[in-house]
């Protein structure tokens, strides 16, 4: 029996450590730790179960259905359960998480030293796509380009930037500011959406479990279990990237008070510590990280879609990546502004099925109880969305009213009811059969 090496199994663990690595994942934190300033851990701790835990599980549910959100939708119909893969790709790939890594690689590692113009942008992006595009026409080999070459520089930069925030801060901790002040566990709950990380998991199951068969590995056992170990690597790798990058904007508030966002608080770190040399590396992480990222959403998208349209692996890599191309030319800050209400819309369903498919051998027919929770989950989806959008007067008084409402998370009370409502109804009707 075919078996991973150590290395192999290393490699395996980088590459998916890089393929969450993304934009999002760098810029989000250290605003987040500015903001959360004494409250620091428990904001931490809640961006930590949205950007570390609910992906580690989603990488578990989909290793042991066999890696693709098909066989985990199923219990949901194959038009409900399409819909709903369609909905991810799109929002982790052409839409929203593909274009903000070729924008936020260009405002932070580019841009500083070549100014932002839209032609440079343009420029920079046609020929980001163009290297993503080539990486991606051979998803085969992103084990060897990705774990074994690119990730281990990723990490050594990271691991200079985080060592030398903590060792090194710019200042004191700052005070908590706005919503941190009365719930810093559920703002940082809710920054971790922003990573897109959960959803992004729903997509890389089938890239690492791919990458995995191709090895050579086919027992489904060893699969689950190298996808698992893969999940685990990741999972240690991000949470250290995150709690140093949440110090380091914690402590910045004395040299980046006015920041609007985690660009300028890691490029004001970056500079103030490091100095002209400092930006050079700091451009070298982005770069490395939105890289790798970018090739594994284009990677995944190719795959669904050419499964799902009569259309080759080739041709669809190229259409995203030529749209992509297009929509990243719109600039970070719209890309930001559209995707977070849809994010806050798209978040409860994906945390509602990675949660029933972990549970799947507790269900006596899975359809009774993913049918009735992820349709309640869809709708105070929707609402929370339309809240997040900023179209409040259409959201009904009593979905206001709910618990935890006030911080887009007025879904989980009626979910929680509805699934043991669902529970019950399917051991009812599962005894009753039988008698």
């Known amino acids: 029996m075919t078996r991973l090496k ?19 994942n760098i810029i989000f934190p250290p605003s987040a730790g500015m903001a959360a300033g004494e409250h620091l851990g428990s904001a931490a701790l809640g961006f930590l179960i949205t950007g570390v835990g609910l992906p580690l599980l989603a990488v578990v549910a989909l290793a042991r259905v066999g890696g693709g959100m098909d066989i985990m ?7 409900a359960g399409t819909l709903f893969a369609i909905a991810v790709y799109l929002a982790i790939g052409p839409m929203f998480a593909t274009p903000r890594t070729a924008v936020v690689s260009f405002e932070m590692g580019i841009a500083p030293f070549l100014g932002d113009s839209q032609s440079a942008l343009l420029i920079y992006t046609i020929l980001y796509f163009v290297v993503v595009t080539l990486l991606s026409l051979n998803p085969g080999r992103l084990v060897d380009r990705v774990g074994k070459f690119i990730t281990p520089v990723l990490i050594l930069a990271l691991l200079t930037l985080g060592v030398t925030a903590l060792i090194k801060p710019a200042g004191p901790i700052g005070s908590a500011t ?40 086919e027992d489904p056992r060893l699969i689950t279990r190298y996808s698992i170990i893969a999940g685990l690597i990741a999972a240690c790798g991000l949470s250290l990237v995150y709690l140093s990058l949440f110090y380091l904007g914690a402590s910045s508030r004395e040299i980046a008070a006015e920041a609007p966002n985690g660009v300028a608080i890691l490029t004001s770190y970056v500079s103030h510590t490091f100095g002209e040399e400092g930006r050079l590396l700091l451009a070298v992480v982005i770069t490395l990280a939105c890289l790798t990222t970018a090739v594994g959403l284009l990677t995944a998208c190719g795959q669904f879609f050419s499964a799902l349209l009569p259309v080759s692996y080739r041709a669809v890599v190229l259409i995203i990546a030529l749209f992509s191309l297009l929509v990243s030319n719109l600039g970070l800050t719209q890309l930001i502004t559209v995707s977070i209400p849809v994010l806050v819309g798209l978040y409860p369903l994906a945390i509602v099925i990675i949660a029933l498919s972990l549970a799947s051998r507790c269900w006596r027919s899975p359809s009774r109880v993913f049918i009735p929770v992820m349709g309640v989950a869809l709708i105070f989806g929707l609402f929370d969305g339309m809240a997040a959008a900023g179209f409040k007067e259409y959201v009904p008084a009593v979905i206001e009213s709910l618990p935890l409402a006030q911080h887009s998370l007025g879904w989980f009370v009626p979910v929680l009811l509805i699934l043991v409502v669902a529970v019950l109804i399917d051991r009812w009707l599962d005894s009753s059969r039988h008698r």
Do not use: H, K, W
Not at 73 to 79: D, F, K, Q, S
Not at 180 to 208: H, K, N, S
């Open 6 to 24: 150590s290395l192999d199994l290393i490699a395996l663990g980088f590459m998916t450590f890089a393929l969450f690595l993304g934009a999002g």
């Open 73 to 79: 939708t199923a219990p949901l119909g194959r038009v």
């Open 178 to 217: 706005g919503r941190y002040l009365e719930a810093p566990l559920a703002e940082g709950f809710l920054q971790g959406y922003l990573t897109m990380d959960t959803l992004g998991a729903l997509v890389f199951g089938i890239v690492i479990t791919t990458a995995i068969r191709n090895r050579g590995i």
